[in-house]
C-alpha cells in the first residue's frame, strides 16, 4: 500500500510546526496545501494565525480531528506528536524531512500509525496533480 497517495486523498490536515515565518517549511508546507484545496488547520503554540487562519496551540485544541498529520518539527517534539496522534485517534502521519528522526519513526510504527518518512509532502504534491 502506498501511504503518499493514500494521505494525499485525504482533504483534512494538521501541520504541526506550521509558521509565519514566510522562509520556513512550516509555512510554505501550509501555504501549499491550502492552495492545493485542503482543509489545513496550522499547530504552533506560539503563534495566532497564519494567512488569515486560526493557528491551535496543540493538536487537542482542533475543532476537528484531522485525516492526516504532518510534522515539521524538531524530533524531541516530534515523538510528543506522535502519542498525541494516538492518543486522538489520528492514523495519519507525514514527518517531513528534518523531522524524521530514527527515533520518531520507530515511536510512530509502534503506536501503530501509517508513517510516510522519506519524502517531502510539498514534492509529492507537485507530483500528485
Avoid at 27 to 47: C, D, M, Q, S
Amino acid at each position: 500500500m502506498n501511504y503518499i497517495e493514500t494521505m494525499l486523498q485525504m482533504k483534512t490536515w494538521a501541520v504541526v510546526g506550521a509558521t509565519d515565518n514566510t522562509e520556513k517549511f512550516g509555512y510554505k508546507i501550509f501555504k501549499a496545501l491550502k492552495e492545493a484545496g485542503y482543509t489545513v488547520y496550522p499547530v504552533n503554540p506560539g503563534i495566532q494565525e497564519i494567512l488569515g487562519v486560526k493557528c491551535y496551540p496543540a493538536l487537542k485544541d482542533l475543532p476537528v480531528v484531522p485525516e492526516v498529520v504532518n510534522v515539521v518539527v524538531p524530533p524531541k517534539v516530534g515523538e510528543q506528536i506522535m502519542n498525541n496522534c494516538s492518543e486522538l485517534g489520528i492514523k495519519n502521519v507525514w514527518l517531513q524531512p528534518g523531522a524524521n528522526a530514527a527515533s520518531v519513526v520507530k515511536l510512530a510504527k509502534n503506536l501503530d500509525l501509517n508513517v510516510v518518512d522519506q519524502n517531502c509532502v510539498l514534492v509529492e504534491l507537485r507530483n500528485h496533480k
